[in-house]
């Protein structure tokens, strides 16, 4: 219930957010077919990810989308498809 998704840059020029979770069963799991998904895919990591352009964006499915966001599809990854260079998780116990 404490999950959050946060951006520092994007490509709309907004100030850092942070997103929280509007539906915590849907926060994050994983499959032994993908990556690491948020939500409900508001981001979704593909299997092979730094290969293909399968992973993508849905943003405001279970997490809070700020207000301001003008293409909640874009605004994590600067694309709704998009091969990510570097993904990072952190867990705060």
Known sequence: PNAFIFSLRNKEGLGPFKSMVTRPSYAIYRTSNNGPTFGGHDIYIANNANSNTNSYTNFGNSYS????VQDKNTILAGTHKFTPDEVEVFYLG
């Open 65 to 68: 989308v700020p207000s301001g």
